[in-house]
């Protein structure tokens, strides 16, 4: 059984960082990808950022590029988003997210197969 656990989540000033972390378990890493969601309020959950475990492609959504890194360390059982340079618009929940299928990044909810619980993270201007 795939599992996924996000944390690192909180209330952080603009400007600064914050990294988040996804435990996985249960996982072939060889054919996946993991991917980091965002919820703000009243808006859709947006994909922001994905890395595949099939050919280490990594994608980021065009609002988070140069602030955002996407890795995950060596032993393939956690996927971190360190973020810096944090806006008041980053405010969300941001949950991450195992396709397990083709290894292939999207941001495509639906391709998605196994979901975390979200944290929250809080920009204060």
């Known amino acids: 059984e795939v599992q996924l656990q996000a944390s690192g989540g909180g209330l952080v000033q603009a400007g600064g960082s914050l990294r988040l972390s996804c435990a996985v378990s249960?996982?072939?890493?060889?054919?996946?990808?993991i991917a980091w969601f965002r919820q703000a309020p009243g808006k859709e959950r947006e994909g922001v950022a994905c890395?595949?475990?099939?050919?280490?492609?990594?994608k980021y959504v065009d609002s988070v590029k140069g602030r955002f890194t996407i890795s995950k360390d060596n032993a393939d059982t956690t996927v971190y988003l360190h973020r810096n340079a944090l806006r008041p618009e980053d405010t969300a929940v941001y949950y991450c997210?195992?396709?397990?299928?083709?290894?292939?990044?999207?941001?495509?909810?639906?391709?998605?197969?196994?979901w975390g619980q979200g944290t929250q993270v809080t920009v204060s201007s």
């Open positions: 997210a195992a396709e397990t299928t083709t290894g292939v990044c999207s941001w495509i909810q639906g391709t998605y197969d196994e």
């Open positions: 249960g996982l072939t890493f060889g054919n996946s990808a």
């Open positions: 890395i595949s475990n099939l050919d280490g492609e990594i």
